[in-house]
């Protein structure tokens, strides 16, 4: 397609541009330019694109194309996508049989900060007779709800409902990508074993709808007590919780392990009077290793979990290392 040169020309199409897209979630936007990223400038888009990035279309003008993914797209994704578009207009301006290149986008609008997500189409519409690009755009759909929607679905699928923690297969997928790194790089990696106590006693006293509540509270807790980014934490099933920490030898793990014990404990939440603790408690076991492949990552869990039953016997509320 040829850019319309004419004004009343250019016009008509964008009239006709507007009427198609009112009721679509379709993004337009131009460009005109000779070198693209060094000085192309926005100089018309439709409504739609104007709303979601919360500008007005006459401000586009102002707006240089590198300019705009420092303005709208976040973060490194802007830098990630100016670099791709670089090379992909970089390929247009030297193979003029190339007519357009496809990928997705996340943007941000700067009045309210709401994402929204592109499948955007970046089109050469003229060129100069040495081939040089002189005017280019593109078009693409809103996918934001798409998105929204798978995000939604994977969340749903790797989440425990009731504490919002990762559930017990994501957990072991996550463990598992850790494992590796800590057989690679040759370092510990700690298992902490978390169970609440007399949890049976608490849901017959107060009833399931509260047990729940306070496993949100106490998974909250957990959490809470972990700071590191690779730090996974997860519900193991039932009223047991899993923390693994990579590159944690036994007294890292157990310093988290009794922040772990003394959060829940601050809690203060009121045990069944059958219980031999007045407020809620945990019991925590600890394993730490540096892994090998002659090591199995259940048998590691397992030594947790069994330092935790010991910590049980123990007299509860309390932390007990794997030895």
Not at 262 to 277: A, E, H, R
């Amino acid at each position: 397609m040829v850019f319309k040169e004419n004004a009343n020309e250019f016009e008509s199409y964008i009239s006709e541009l507007n009427e198609r897209t009112i009721v679509s979630r379709e993004i337009i936007v131009w460009f005109r330019n000779e070198e693209m990223f060094d000085t192309s400038k926005y100089f018309w888009c439709n409504e739609y694109m104007a709303g979601k990035l919360g500008i007005q279309r006459n401000e586009l003008g102002l707006i240089k194309t590198k300019d705009y993914y420092n303005t709208f797209v976040l973060d490194d994704e802007g830098n990630k996508m100016l670099e791709m578009l670089k090379q992909a207009s970089s390929l247009i301006r030297r193979d003029s049989t190339i007519t357009k290149t496809q990928y997705i986008v996340k943007l941000q609008n700067q009045e309210t900060k709401e994402l929204f997500y592109i499948d955007f189409v970046l089109e050469v519409f003229d060129r100069y007779p040495d081939g040089r690009i002189k005017t280019w755009g593109g078009n693409g759909i809103d996918i934001s709800d798409t998105f929204k929607h798978r995000k939604k679905i994977e969340y749903l699928a790797s989440h425990d409902l009731v504490t919002n923690m990762l559930n017990r297969r994501y957990l072991f997928d996550n463990i598992n990508k850790l494992w590796s790194h800590c057989i690679r790089n040759k370092t510990y990696i700690s298992f902490i074993m978390i169970d609440v106590d007399d949890f049976k006693l608490y849901n017959d006293y107060f009833g399931h709808v509260e047990g729940d509540l306070i496993l949100k509270s106490v998974g909250k807790a957990i959490f809470d007590s972990t700071s590191r980014a690779l730090d996974v934490v997860g519900r193991y099933g039932g009223e047991e919780f899993l923390v693994a920490l990579p590159d944690t030898n036994m007294d890292g793990a157990y310093t988290i392990a009794e922040k772990i014990r003394n959060n829940v404990s601050d809690l203060k939440i009121k045990q069944n009077p059958q219980s031999t603790n007045e407020f809620l408690s945990v019991s925590l076991g600890i394993s730490s290793l540096i892994p090998n492949e002659n090591l199995t990552l259940e048998k590691s869990i397992e030594c947790a979990d069994m330092a935790m039953y010991k910590a049980k016997n123990n007299g509860k509320n309390k932390t007990v290392m794997y030895e």
